[in-house]
């Protein structure tokens, strides 16, 4: 069974940064992406990015893309999110995800969660 545990999240300014760390452990078969979804409140949770568990290929939902990199450490058991140019509109609890993505490969199929981290920004 795999367990996620993130961390990382905080307050910070618009235009600022935060790494998002997520400590893995169990089983997570070869088979499985890992990545992040949010959830602002009062909205559903959404698709953040995702990475194959080789590393190899990585999706992000287009309000990321450019400005999040996410990037996995096999060897340490770790996925990070780095977060680049913070908008108001990003902040939301962050969940780490271990899972199968859809056929449109921005939506998670099957996934296990963490317990999330909350981001916020301040305009």
């Known amino acids: 069974q795999v367990q996620l545990v993130e961390s990382g999240g905080g307050l910070v300014q618009a235009g600022?940064?935060?790494r998002l760390s997520c400590a893995t452990s169990g089983r997570i078969y070869t088979s499985y992406n890992m990545g992040w979804s949010r959830?602002?409140?009062?909205?559903?949770r959404e698709f953040v990015a995702a990475i194959s568990w080789s590393g190899g290929s990585t999706n992000y939902a287009d309000s990321v893309k450019g400005r999040f990199t996410i990037s996995r450490d096999i060897a340490k058991n770790m996925v990070y999110l780095q977060m680049n140019s913070l908008?108001?509109?990003?902040?939301a609890v962050y969940y780490c995800a271990a899972g199968l993505l859809?056929?449109?490969?921005?939506?998670?199929?099957v996934a296990t969660w963490g317990q999330g981290t909350q981001v916020t920004v301040s305009s």
């Not at 908008?87 to 902040?91: G, N, Y």
């Open 87 to 91: 908008k108001p509109e990003d902040t």
């Open 16 to 18: 600022g940064s935060l």
């Open 39 to 44: 959830q602002a409140a009062g909205k559903e």
């Open 102 to 109: 859809s056929t449109t490969q921005v939506s998670w199929k």
